[in-house]
């Protein structure tokens, strides 16, 4: 009794943590991962196959959801974070009581860290995001006396995944997406996107510096510390290497997330459509 007890909390804390997002985007969360939590073995997933999710339907955005931690509890992770806030805001709250795994998203630590940055909060985000109202609510269920301002960013996710990051077009789109907020004179700018950390250096520089940036990335991570530690979950071992897979193309995905990774990393292919196989790429 003692001994399988023993060796089934061994397996549980050894096991993965799931991340998924629509591409590229949850590499900002990836990225906290290995910096918060060192120990932890990771399996990364991009429905690439799909994106960009910002501008799907709620169903369809339940479906993607669905299959996506279908194939994580078949992968046996210990619990899935939900690097991608069109997924987060529009399908969190449905998928969580139709998996027994732990599911954390990236609104309400998001919401909650810009509370604690300002009282006049402008959020970036995809359009489905935006639509959704979702930062707007979590923020008021905080505090209802701060200011929100919402923003759809269209073309922020096809450029970053183009890795179009550095083409002055993208400053042009940047800035026309930064007016309005600016006009309201935020005191915080909130990436309502996983993706658009990934603009930093960009949006930094046609912000005023008086302006905080709230990435959720770091958040949702120290959610995901103090879930463990509750359940008991943490992993005191060597991590495993991180596991990549995507829907789309694997190349495409190693060419644009090296500039990240620092590596070229191996990415799996899987397939939903014929009932979760997977490949390997030379
Ligand atoms: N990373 C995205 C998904 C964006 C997209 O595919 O449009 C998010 O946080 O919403």
């Known amino acids: 009794m003692f001994l399988s007890s023993s060796f089934e909390d061994n397996f549980n804390q050894r096991a993965p943590i799931g991340i998924f997002d629509s591409g590229v985007g949850g590499l900002t969360v990836l990225r906290q991962v290995?910096?918060?939590?060192?120990?932890?073995?990771?399996?990364?997933?991009?429905?690439?196959?799909?994106?960009?999710?910002?501008?799907?339907?709620?169903?369809?955005?339940?479906?993607?959801?669905?299959?996506?931690?279908?194939?994580?509890?078949?992968?046996?992770?210990?619990?899935?974070?939900?690097?991608?806030?069109?997924?987060?805001?529009?399908?969190?709250?449905?998928?969580?009581?139709e998996f027994s795994v732990p599911i954390l998203g990236t609104i309400l630590p998001g919401a909650k860290a810009?509370?604690?940055?300002?009282?006049?909060?402008?959020?970036?985000?995809?359009?489905?995001?935006?639509?959704?109202?979702?930062?707007r609510h979590a923020i008021h269920e905080i505090d209802p006396n701060v200011q929100v301002w919402q923003v759809g960013c269209p073309e922020f996710v096809p450029l970053i995944e183009q890795n179009r990051i550095h083409d002055p077009y993208t400053a042009e789109v940047a800035r026309s997406y930064l007016e309005p907020l600016l006009e309201q004179d935020i005191d915080t700018l909130v990436y309502g996107c996983t993706h658009y950390p990934?603009?930093?250096?960009?949006?930094?520089?046609?912000?005023?510096?008086?302006?905080?940036?709230?990435?959720?990335?770091?958040?949702?991570?120290?959610?995901?510390?103090?879930?463990?530690?509750?359940?008991?979950?943490?992993?005191?071992?060597?991590?495993?290497?991180?596991?990549?897979?995507?829907?789309?193309?694997?190349?495409?995905?190693?060419?644009?997330?090296?500039?990240?990774?620092?590596?070229?990393?191996?990415?799996?292919?899987?397939?939903?459509?014929?009932?979760v196989s997977h490949l390997w790429c030379d």
Not at 48 to 56: D, M, N, Q, S, V
Not at 114 to 135: D, E, L, M
Not at 215 to 232: K, M, R, S, W
Request: proline content about 6%.
């Open 198 to 275: 990934h603009l930093a250096p960009v949006l930094r520089s046609l912000l005023p510096n008086g302006v905080k940036l709230v990435d959720p990335a770091v958040h949702v991570v120290v959610a995901c510390a103090q879930e463990l530690d509750l359940l008991g979950l943490k992993n005191t071992h060597s991590p495993t290497p991180t596991r990549f897979a995507v829907s789309g193309c694997p190349q495409q995905f190693a060419s644009t997330s090296v500039q990240w990774l620092g590596c070229v990393p191996k990415v799996e292919v899987v397939d939903f459509a014929s009932a």
């Open 114 to 135: 810009a509370v604690a940055c300002g009282k006049r909060i402008g959020v970036i985000a995809t359009p489905a995001t935006a639509k959704s109202n979702a930062f």
């Open 34 to 97: 290995y910096r918060q939590l060192p120990n932890e073995s990771i399996i990364y997933f991009g429905d690439t196959a799909r994106l960009p999710y910002g501008i799907r339907s709620q169903a369809e955005i339940l479906q993607f959801v669905g299959e996506i931690l279908t194939w994580m509890e078949q992968q046996r992770v210990k619990l899935v974070i939900m690097a991608c806030n069109t997924s987060s805001a529009l399908a969190l709250e449905k998928v969580r009581v």
